[in-house]
């Protein structure tokens, strides 16, 4: 199953609201996860099942879909949301992961 | 607390062999299935290896038949031994735990770098 990520980079400003949409070759039902990643580190798990956030994860974080769509909203961008987000999913242990979407300061 | 500690990256000339471990803690390692994600130098997170808790393992193609993933519950390791090195598989290694209620990977370790170079 490959998961297509778009944009794969995006200039926005802090307070505005961002999408992040990732496509699945094939339908996944809701198992699609998201995660951020900052240079140097591990990536973290935001959101999982498409849309259940992480305890801890910001409110300003969202997701949805299922099938084959599916959607990563940052409602009001803040300083410490700038970082390269990926989708994934897993199926019968086989991991695949979006290209990546990196999201800069405007 | 779940940690996840990998060790044993490095420099290896191409054609050569590293094995990679990640020491685990703060949960109960048996029950969960593991993997091996990497990342290369500036590009995007590739999934390498899994192996369930019942000990089925799973390869990606680029690594099928020249790595192999292994663990002993015993004593809450992750290895990956990885043989016949090529310069593309320079990359950060990370171990990461498996969700299977949710198909996702809630835990990380930091990572090792693996370079392969002459």
């Known amino acids: 199953i490959q998961l297509t990520q778009s944009p794969s980079s995006l200039s926005a400003s802090v307070g505005d609201r961002v999408t992040i949409t990732c496509r699945a070759s094939q339908g996944i039902s809701s198992y699609l996860a998201w995660y951020q990643q900052k240079p140097g580190k591990a990536p973290k798990l935001l959101i999982y099942?498409?849309?259940t956030l992480l305890s801890g994860v910001p409110s300003r974080f969202s997701g949805s879909g299922s099938g084959t769509d599916f959607t990563l909203t940052i409602s009001s961008l803040q300083p410490e949301d700038f970082a390269t987000y990926y989708c994934q999913q897993l199926s019968s242990f086989l991991i695949t992961f979006g290209q990546g979407t990196r999201l800069d300061i405007k | 607390e779940v940690q996840l500690l990998e060790s044993g990256g490095g420099l290896v000339q191409p054609g050569g062999s590293l094995r990679v471990s990640c020491a685990a803690s703060g949960f109960s390692f048996s029950t969960y299935a593991m993997s091996w994600v990497r990342q290369a130098p500036g590009k995007g997170l590739e999934w390498v290896s899994s192996?369930?808790?019942?000990?089925?393992?799973y390869y990606a193609d680029s690594v099928k038949g020249r790595f192999t993933i292994s663990r002993d519950n015993s004593k809450n390791t992750l290895w990956l031994q990885m043989n016949s090195l090529r310069v593309e598989d320079t990359a950060v290694y990370y171990c990461?735990?498996?969700?299977?209620?949710?198909?996702?990977?809630?835990?990380w370790g930091q990572g090792t770098l693996v370079t392969v170079s002459s």
């Open positions: 990461a735990k498996i969700s299977s209620s949710t198909n996702s990977l809630p835990s």
């Open positions: 099942t498409a849309s």
């Open positions: 192996m369930s808790s019942g000990g089925n393992t």
